[in-house]
């Protein structure tokens, strides 16, 4: 691999085992700059084991990584000095204020005093929490504390932001801010590399996606790309009452001898379809069943049926191996 290169992360053959366990079996990875790359799969699929061998927190077994030109081995001071880490817990201290918070951390890393408080007030401002930046942390929403946790990973703006389950317990509203937030790094010039379970996450911010399935990457590409991977389009809809989705995926797995998918949108189902006639046929077998159709429209699978069709279980499935 090339110091030169334009890839932020290079990685071939990596592989950490616990005991028995082989939490990341044989990964590799090619990560562009300047981009949001997904890292795609269920809990214990290996996606965590993964991101801290690449930020340099776990040795590898096996294989080899480049981050920004550095092997994260022999060169992981390099390393460090152009990543940040935000995890799947805040890194926060919740007896300490917003801004104490942001203040602390940039006095260690090297800020004056006047440095790290004018740092930690456009901080504040950035990310809306200059109306709360002298409540304790322990007082924040969930939606607060993550913009304050991502926020103190940004107190030196790094070359290259891993986010570890970014959205994990937030609701719809402060995961859209979050997702505002990424979109926002990357605009300046940083590097994002988006560690999710959620396939919507991925499919709004990522341009790039590998799916990890037990320890390993088996599918990666654009999510265009991974979506005509399926070979066949999808009927999406919604029915007008939410209660009777129940009986639309009965109907339609019945009509159509396929898998249906639900949405998070609790009226809104998705399901495999040979052609635009055999959607239409579909939609008027539940009308004509009582079941009123909001709307529909036919086009690529979702990344849901694309996970199901790499791993033959749905997405949020438990992997067999638990990665540490």
Same mark, same amino acid.
């Given at each position: 691999?090339?110091?030169?290169?334009?890839? !932020?992360?290079?990685?071939?053959?990596?592989?950490?085992?616990?005991?028995?366990?082989?939490?990341v079996?044989?990964?590799d990875?090619?990560?562009?700059?300047?981009?949001?790359?997904?890292?795609?799969?269920?809990?214990?699929?290996?996606?965590?084991?993964?991101?801290?061998?690449?930020?340099? /927190?776990?040795?590898?077994?096996?294989?080899?990584?480049?981050?920004l030109?550095?092997? #994260?081995?022999?060169?992981?001071? !390099?390393?460090?000095?152009?990543?940040?880490l935000?995890?799947?817990?805040a890194?926060? *201290?919740?007896?300490?204020?917003?801004?104490?918070?942001?203040?602390?951390?940039?006095?260690l890393?090297?800020? $004056?005093?006047r440095?790290?408080?004018?740092?930690?007030?456009?901080?504040l401002?950035?990310?809306?929490?200059?109306?709360?930046?002298?409540?304790?942390?322990?007082?924040y929403?969930?939606?607060?504390?993550?913009?304050? *946790?991502?926020?103190?990973?940004?107190?030196?703006?790094?070359?290259?932001?891993?986010l *570890?389950?970014?959205?994990?317990?937030l609701?719809?509203?402060?995961r859209?801010?979050?997702?505002?937030?990424?979109?926002? /790094?990357?605009?300046?010039?940083?590097?994002?590399?988006?560690?999710?379970?959620?396939? =919507?996450?991925?499919?709004?911010?990522?341009?790039?996606?590998?799916?990890?399935?037990?320890? $390993?990457?088996i599918?990666?590409?654009?999510?265009?790309?991974?979506?005509?991977?399926?070979?066949?389009?999808?009927?999406?809809?919604?029915?007008?009452?939410?209660?009777q989705r129940?009986?639309?995926? !009965?109907l339609?797995?019945?009509?159509?001898?396929?898998?249906?998918? /639900?949405?998070p *949108?609790?009226?809104?189902?998705?399901?495999?379809?040979g =052609?635009?006639?055999q959607?239409?046929?579909? #939609?008027?077998?539940?009308?004509?069943?009582?079941?009123?159709?909001?709307?529909?429209? #036919?086009?690529?699978?979702?990344? =849901?049926?694309?996970?199901? !069709?790499?791993?033959?279980?749905?997405?949020?499935?438990e992997a067999?191996?638990?990665?540490?």
């Amino acid at each position: 691999m090339s110091s030169r290169s334009p890839l !932020a992360i290079e990685a071939e053959g990596l592989v950490k085992t616990f005991g028995d366990t082989r939490a990341v079996d044989g990964a590799d990875l090619a990560v562009p700059a300047g981009t949001v790359y997904g890292v795609l799969g269920p809990n214990g699929a290996g996606k965590s084991t993964t991101i801290r061998m690449l930020a340099t /927190l776990l040795r590898p077994d096996g294989g080899r990584a480049r981050v920004l030109g550095h092997d #994260v081995v022999t060169e992981a001071a !390099a390393v460090r000095d152009r990543i940040s880490l935000t995890g799947q817990l805040a890194s926060v *201290d919740e007896e300490l204020t917003g801004r104490e918070n942001l203040l602390l951390l940039g006095r260690l890393l090297g800020y $004056s005093r006047r440095g790290a408080a004018e740092r930690a007030e456009q901080l504040l401002l950035a990310f809306g929490l200059t109306d709360a930046a002298g409540r304790l942390a322990k007082h924040y929403s969930g939606g607060m504390r993550r913009r304050l *946790d991502i926020a103190a990973s940004l107190v030196v703006t790094p070359d290259l932001l891993f986010l *570890d389950e970014p959205t994990t317990g937030l609701d719809p509203r402060s995961r859209n801010e979050v997702w505002e937030i990424v979109r926002a /790094l990357v605009t300046r010039g940083t590097t994002v590399l988006l560690c999710t379970q959620y396939l =919507d996450e991925a499919d709004q911010l990522a341009s790039r996606i590998a799916v990890i399935d037990r320890g $390993s990457v088996i599918a990666e590409g654009t999510p265009s790309q991974l979506k005509a991977s399926v070979g066949r389009s999808a009927l999406h809809l919604r029915v007008e009452d939410p209660a009777q989705r129940a009986e639309a995926e !009965a109907l339609l797995t019945r009509g159509l001898d396929a898998e249906v998918t /639900l949405e998070p *949108d609790p009226t809104a189902l998705s399901v495999p379809v040979g =052609d635009a006639g055999q959607a239409a046929e579909a #939609v008027t077998a539940l009308v004509d069943a009582g079941v009123p159709v909001a709307g529909f429209g #036919v086009g690529q699978p979702s990344l =849901d049926e694309v996970f199901l !069709a790499l791993t033959g279980r749905p997405a949020g499935t438990e992997a067999e191996e638990v990665a540490a």
